[in-house]
């Protein structure tokens, strides 16, 4: 099928279902300009995931963690959520019962005005302090002291994100599962599909009746499985669904 054909199948679809779940990773954020982690300028291209990403290079070294971070978080800090998150952010009014799960920890699609949103892996705009487990917000871009120290007890503060070898947390995971079983369609947009367990939410849904739709610059794992791979942008294929879903609803 041609890639306009799948738009028109999927538009029609999702015109159709009132429960819609979606799974997004960094190629979502990528025309906005943050970085993905495995593409030709991927963050884990130029940087040891080992190094800065790890409860143990933290304890090793909390300041070089927190440079990554405070280079990271200035990156982020000038982009803006671009059509596809624009389009995500609208389709959590239409669709009845809806709920987006993303890995991404860049903050956009709240920018956006998501708000029925599950972040597997944290938010770069939150803190944690080591001894009370207490989370805070913390916008300071760049950071005044490296590494930043919690105000109230004076210990470590971490990013409040989850890092290789952690596990997810519970509360989120769980209600991500909870979407995967009773989501009719999931769409998962701009992820390798390799890192678990968030690579298995959208096997998860399909084995509980789910249509899959993939929307990737390039066939990933999930491919194989998936009901409509859309290869193209996901800031140029998610507007074209959307004007199409909402042109049936008009006429
Ligand atoms: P990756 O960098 O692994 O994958 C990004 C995916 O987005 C690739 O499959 C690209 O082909 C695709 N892509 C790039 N630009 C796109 C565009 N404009 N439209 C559509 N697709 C596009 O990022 P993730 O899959 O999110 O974890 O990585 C998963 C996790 O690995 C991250 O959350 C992070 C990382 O290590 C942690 O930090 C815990």
Same mark, same amino acid.
């Given at each position: 099928m041609m890639l306009d054909?799948?738009?028109?199948?999927?538009?029609? !679809? %999702? +015109?159709? $279902? /009132?429960?819609?779940?979606? #799974?997004? +990773?960094? +190629? =979502?954020?990528?025309?906005? *300009? =943050? /970085?993905?982690?495995? *593409? /030709?300028d991927g963050l884990w291209r130029q940087f040891r995931a080992e190094d800065l990403a790890t409860p143990e290079a933290f304890y090793r070294n909390?300041? #070089?963690?927190?440079?990554?971070?405070?280079?990271?978080? $200035?990156? !982020? $800090?000038?982009v803006k959520p671009n059509p596809a998150h624009l389009v995500i952010a609208r389709w959590e009014k239409y669709f009845p019962s809806f709920i987006l799960i993303t890995q991404n920890v860049d903050g956009l699609h709240r920018q956006a005005g998501s708000t029925k949103? #599950?972040?597997l892996h944290g938010n770069i705009w939150w803190v944690r302090c080591l001894k009370e487990n207490k989370v805070m917000e913390n916008r300071q871009v760049p950071l005044i $002291? !490296?590494? /930043? %120290?919690?105000?109230?007890? *004076?210990? %470590? %503060?971490?990013?409040?994100? =989850?890092?290789? +070898?952690e596990a997810l947390?519970?509360? !989120?995971?769980?209600?991500?599962?909870n979407a995967c079983y009773r989501s009719e369609i999931m769409m998962v947009i701009g992820t390798s599909a390799l890192v678990q367990p968030a690579a298995s939410l959208p096997l998860i849904a399909q084995q509980h009746g789910a249509i899959i739709v993939e929307i990737n610059l390039e066939p990933t794992p999930l491919s194989h499985y998936a009901d409509y791979s859309l290869y193209g942008k996901a800031g140029e294929i998610l507007p074209l669904i959307d004007e199409l879903i909402f042109k049936e609803k008009m006429e």
């Open positions: 054909d799948k738009v028109k199948k999927v538009a029609e !679809i %999702l +015109g159709n $279902q /009132p429960s819609l779940t979606i #799974l997004t +990773g960094a +190629g =979502v954020s990528a025309e906005s *300009g =943050v /970085p993905t982690f495995r *593409g /030709p909390p300041k #070089l963690v927190w440079e990554w971070y405070d280079w990271r978080r $200035q990156k !982020i $800090q000038k949103i #599950l972040e $002291q !490296i590494p /930043p %120290l919690c105000s109230d007890c *004076g210990s %470590l %503060l971490r990013p409040h994100v =989850v890092w290789f +070898g947390p519970a509360d !989120i995971l769980e209600a991500a599962f």
